[in-house]
C-alpha cells in the first residue's frame, strides 16, 4: 500500500483504517478481522477517538480493544495509531483545560497499552482549542506523543494554529469525499504544508 510522508515524518499508509465502531457495533471478531486483513495489505495507519463510540457505548470501546488486539497481535512497532481528544465527553465540555487533557491522554495510553500515542488530535475546534492545543505540545515535548493534529478545523482556525504554534499540526482530519472536495481548502493547507485527511471519504453512504 503506497505510504505519504508527513510533514512531521511519520510515513502513514494512504489509506487509513477507521475504528470508530470497533468493540460497540462492530464486534471484536469483525474487528479483528478488518484489522488483520488491513494489515496483510500493507497498511499501517488506524484511526480513533477517546469517545469512540460514546452513543453507542461508554465511548472506550473503541481504544480498548485495539489494546487488546495490538497486545495478542504484539505489532504495535508496525502500526502507526492516531486518536483524538478535547470532545465533549461525560458532560466535561469541548476545548478541554490541561489538567483534562493530560487525565485523557493518559487513559488513551491506558487503554491503547502503550507508552506513547504516534498521532493525537484536536478533536474540535470549539472551546479554548489554543488551550487543547497547547497541552498536546506539551506532552509532545514529554514524549508522550510523538506528532500532534487537528480535526474538523475550519481553514482560518487551522491557519491560526499552523501560524502560532510551537509545533505545526502534522494533519488536519475533514470531512472530504467526491461530494465535498474542499479544493480551496486543499490550497490553504498546502500553503501552511499540513496534510489534510479525509474522513468519511466514501461520503458515509449517503449518496447512492
Avoid at 497481535?73 to 492516531?82: E, L
Avoid at 502534522?170 to 469525499?177: G, K, R, S, T
Wanted: aromatic fraction near 12%; proline fraction near 2%.
Amino acid at each position: 500500500m503506497k505510504k505519504i510522508l508527513l510533514p512531521n515524518g511519520l510515513n502513514v499508509s494512504e489509506v487509513a483504517l477507521g475504528a470508530m465502531m470497533f468493540g460497540s457495533t462492530t464486534s471484536k471478531k469483525e474487528s479483528y478481522e478488518a484489522l488483520d486483513l488491513y494489515m496483510d495489505m500493507g497498511g499501517n495507519f488506524i484511526d480513533t477517538s477517546n469517545n469512540y463510540a460514546h452513543w453507542a457505548g461508554t465511548g472506550d470501546e473503541s481504544e480498548t480493544l485495539l489494546g487488546e488486539w495490538l497486545r495478542e497481535r504484539g505489532c504495535r512497532d508496525r502500526v502507526i495509531i492516531a486518536t483524538k481528544v478535547g470532545f465533549d465527553r461525560h458532560g466535561k465540555g469541548a476545548g478541554l483545560k490541561k489538567e483534562q487533557i493530560e487525565y485523557w491522554v493518559d487513559e488513551s495510553l491506558r487503554k491503547l497499552g502503550t507508552d506513547y500515542i504516534d498521532l493525537c488530535l484536536v478533536h474540535q475546534p470549539f472551546g479554548d482549542y489554543f488551550g487543547s492545543y497547547k497541552a498536546l505540545e506539551d506532552l509532545y515535548f514529554e514524549g508522550k506523543i510523538k506528532a500532534i493534529g487537528i480535526s474538523n478545523f475550519y481553514d482560518y482556525k487551522m491557519v491560526d494554529i499552523a501560524s502560532f504554534a510551537r509545533v505545526k499540526p502534522a494533519v488536519n482530519q475533514v470531512e472530504l469525499h467526491p461530494f465535498h472536495q474542499r479544493i480551496e481548502s486543499k490550497e490553504w493547507h498546502d500553503r501552511y504544508d499540513v496534510q489534510m485527511q479525509a474522513w468519511a471519504p466514501l461520503g458515509q453512504a449517503r449518496v447512492n
